[in-house]
């Protein structure tokens, strides 16, 4: 996770570089993760946790996935919106074991503004509170500011997902506003989303805390 130089071309702000941590690997998702994607999303209770509000095409009415076919409708939705240029889709991979844990994305990319979107997140419960998100975090943010050279990192998030709200707000990014009516949930109600940002101001003491927590874990 060191710093690299950041002159950097627009194509390798579209690029997904792997990422790798002491807890957890970033990779490129593939069509062969839909197995692990079903497995690392649980089942039952664990698994309407994991994907209350992840925007996700599951099949299910809870969006999480309930068979492989489910699983693979996900995956093949991510790679179909890195096809397009609208989503990048991470395998969120446990370092120790290789199993895959979860899915992260990049989007709303845009290189002439120097920003872009963290989102699509999410962890198999297994994997909660044990710093593999928190070094996640600190993969993606190392490599938005210090390799790509960011000015700005946004999330987006459902109003009423106060977990998600409390997490981003603990990595240093500011609330800045709430978009009413900005997208529809699987239900087909509208949806309040709460946008938070980092700016590369924030980011030296935003890494010190991220640094300092995964060191916690440890």
């Known amino acids: 996770m060191t710093s690299t130089s950041t002159s950097t071309s627009a194509a390798q702000w579209f690029a997904l ?21 079903l497995a690392a999303a649980g089942t039952g209770a664990d698994a309407e946790d994991v994907f209350r509000w992840v925007s996700t095409p599951g099949a299910a009415a809870d969006g999480a996935p309930r068979t ?32 895959f844990a979860g899915s992260t994305s990049l989007y709303e990319v845009d290189p002439a503004l120097r920003t872009l979107a963290v989102g699509h997140t999410w962890l198999g419960k297994r994997w909660w509170r044990t710093g593999h998100n928190t070094e ?29 709200q409390a997490a981003i707000a603990r990595l240093g990014a500011v609330r800045e506003a709430e978009m009413r009516k ?3 949930r699987r239900d087909g109600s509208w949806r309040t989303t709460v946008q ?8 030296p003491a935003a890494r010190k805390f991220l640094t300092e927590r995964l060191a916690a874990h440890e």
Do not use: C
């Open 17 to 37: 570089p792997v990422l790798t941590g002491r807890l957890i690997r970033l990779r490129p998702m593939v069509a062969e993760d839909s197995a692990g994607y």
């Open 136 to 164: 996640s975090k600190l993969l993606l943010l190392t490599h938005a500011f210090d390799t790509l050279g960011a000015a700005r990192v946004v999330w987006h998030t459902d109003i009423y997902n106060e977990r998600s």
């Open 196 to 203: 938070f940002s980092m700016t590369d101001d924030d980011w």
């Open 68 to 99: 492989l076919d489910d699983a693979h409708a996900d995956v093949l939705a991510g790679l179909a919106a890195r096809a397009h240029g609208v989503r990048f889709p991470y395998a969120q991979v446990d370092a120790q074991t290789d199993e």
């Open 182 to 184: 900005h997208r529809i």
